[in-house]
């Protein structure tokens, strides 16, 4: 596609209820890159995936957290059992390769757990 | 971890006037972007300068690797200027964020 494109755009779930987040990176763009943006954390960084391998699962913020890639293109995020704290912009990102290579950024999916 | 500071945090400008945003990061970094964040929450890239200069109409950026920081150069500022503009570094890890600076600028 022309960009990299996330969904759902919002989302809002009650505590405790499982979530799915999608992104479809930029056509032929093998490194994908998720991060989160909150009000109390700015930007970080959560996880990335070189094809279909997480080689480092580490900034995820707990293992209520999880991330696949299928066909070295869609990406699913998944958090289980949400908590408020989990309220955040959920932004996805996809470059060339890993490493030097600019990113390029999709809208983002904003997710409120009531 | 690296760390990135980005001064001003705010910005208020007066239409047309210029700007400097400033950049500072800890340790060697292999990449840098600059990033403006519009209302609607889209990151929009801007430049991809691990080093040197760039320039894209009103708007340039300069990277000293060597002396870790960056700057970025708004000249004739306009209301679509407006957001928040992000320096993210690429170290052993995947991009990591300044703060950013808020910039607002008034007809």
């Known amino acids: 596609g022309a960009g990299v494109s996330q969904s759902p755009s919002n989302k809002v779930t009650e505590k405790g209820k499982d979530v799915e987040l999608r992104c479809d990176p930029i056509?032929?763009?093998?490194?994908l890159y998720w991060y989160r943006q909150s009000l109390g954390q700015g930007l970080e960084f959560l996880i990335y995936?070189?094809?279909?391998?997480?080689?480092?699962k580490s900034g995820l913020p707990s293992d209520r957290f999880s991330a696949e890639r299928t066909g070295g293109s869609v990406s699913t995020l998944t958090i289980q059992r949400t908590q408020q704290e989990d309220s955040a912009v959920y932004l996805c990102?996809?470059?060339?390769?890993?490493?030097?290579?600019?990113?390029?950024f999709g809208p983002g999916t904003r997710l409120t757990v009531l | 971890g690296i760390q990135v500071e980005q001064s001003p945090p705010d910005l208020i400008l007066q239409e047309g006037a210029n700007s400097t945003l400033r950049c500072n990061f800890s340790d060697s970094v292999n990449n840098l972007q600059w990033f403006h964040q519009n209302p609607w929450g889209q990151l929009i890239n801007l430049f991809y300068i691990p080093s040197g200069t760039k320039q894209n109409g009103r708007l340039s950026a300069t990277t000293v690797a060597t002396e870790r920081y960056s700057l970025l150069y708004i000249s004739s500022s306009q209301t679509t200027d407006s957001g928040v503009y992000f320096c993210a570094v690429l170290g052993n890890t995947p991009l990591v964020f300044g703060k950013g600076t808020r910039l607002s600028v008034i007809a």
């Open positions: 990102a996809s470059s060339v390769g890993f490493g030097n290579n600019e990113q390029f």
């Open positions: 995936f070189q094809g279909n391998s997480a080689p480092d």
């Open positions: 056509s032929g763009h093998t490194a």
